[in-house]
């Protein structure tokens, strides 16, 4: 399955997902699901048999409340089946409304309370080089995220270290939960404060998988960050950009034109 393909399913995944289950960012999910489906697909190099191989490379995603776009793309690359996913935020499931590091092997931290991600990749970045590892380290953060200061500590001690094994995927999809990032706290210009960090910066269209591959593979001596300029909802027409379903569920009808318009979307 290619990352085409895979982004197709996954975004179906996670339209059931959330309606069997009742809850769940939908919104958030939507936006960030081209970039997993290219991780999984053409970057990361893991073993769904394996999930804790110690050669792996290391995914956070830190906009946790994305959960069921990863546990989504984790079911169509092995390591979760159907039938769990459809447990979702159940009692007693290994897939929690957040992700859980102690729950489900491969995922490497606990995310959810937004500005932790992007410190503990920086961790695992400096751990590898400590060790002389091959493995790489990704993390994916929302846009609204990057208010938090913790990562700013992070960003600039990665630029210190000149940390070249981290990658950092910025979901820019310009909302936050309820309003737009501009007009809350405003990041703009992104890339030139990332490279005032230390960084390199790329900044390309976050549905574009061939544009994603190649920015996330790009080598260079910094730490890299990838602004993705994404949609909030993308695939769905009356979700795409609409800060009202960053946590809704569909209703009967809306789940079907919403499946219908996914499925036709590439
Ligand atoms: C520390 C913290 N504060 C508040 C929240 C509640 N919250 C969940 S998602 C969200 C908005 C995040 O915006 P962004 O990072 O842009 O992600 P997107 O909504 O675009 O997926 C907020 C405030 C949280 N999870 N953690
Ligand atoms: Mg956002």
């Not at 197709?8 to 939507?30: K, M, N, P, W, Y």
């Not at 489900?104 to 932790?116: A, K, M, N, S, W």
């Not at 991600?117 to 380290?137: C, E, F, H, Q, Y």
């Not at 990332?194 to 260079?220: P, S």
């Amino acid at each position: 399955m290619n990352s085409e393909e895979q982004a197709r399913s996954v975004r179906q995944l996670i339209l059931e997902t959330i309606s069997f289950a009742g809850l769940g960012h939908i919104g958030s999910d939507l936006s960030i699901t081209d970039i997993l489906a290219v991780l999984y697909t053409d970057v990361l190099h893991l073993d769904p048999e394996r999930p804790q191989w110690p050669d792996r490379d290391r995914l956070i995603v830190s906009k946790g409340h994305a959960a069921v776009a990863l546990y989504s793309t984790m079911t169509l690359n092995g390591f979760l089946t159907h039938d769990e996913l459809m447990t979702f935020a159940q009692r007693d499931s290994r897939l929690n409304g957040h992700p859980a590091r102690a729950k489900l092997p491969g995922i490497e931290t606990c995310t959810g309370p937004l500005g932790h991600g992007l410190p503990v990749s920086v961790g695992m970045a400096v751990g590898a080089r400590i060790v002389n590892a091959d493995w790489k380290t990704y993390v994916v953060t929302g846009d609204g995220e990057l208010q938090e200061g913790s990562n700013w500590e992070a960003i600039m001690f990665a630029g210190h270290q000149q940390l070249s094994g981290l990658t950092c995927i910025v979901d820019r999809n310009r909302l936050q939960q309820g309003a737009l990032t501009e007009e809350t706290n405003s990041l703009d210009p992104l890339d030139a404060k990332f490279e005032a960090f230390g960084w390199d910066a790329t900044v390309i269209n976050g549905h574009d998988h061939d544009a994603l591959r190649e920015a996330i593979l790009a080598a260079g001596a910094k730490p890299r960050v990838v602004i993705a300029e994404t949609t909030k909802g993308k695939g769905v027409s009356f979700m795409e950009n609409q800060a009202v379903w960053h946590h809704k569920v569909p209703s009967a009808d809306q789940f079907a034109q919403a499946l219908a318009e996914v499925s036709a979307t590439r």
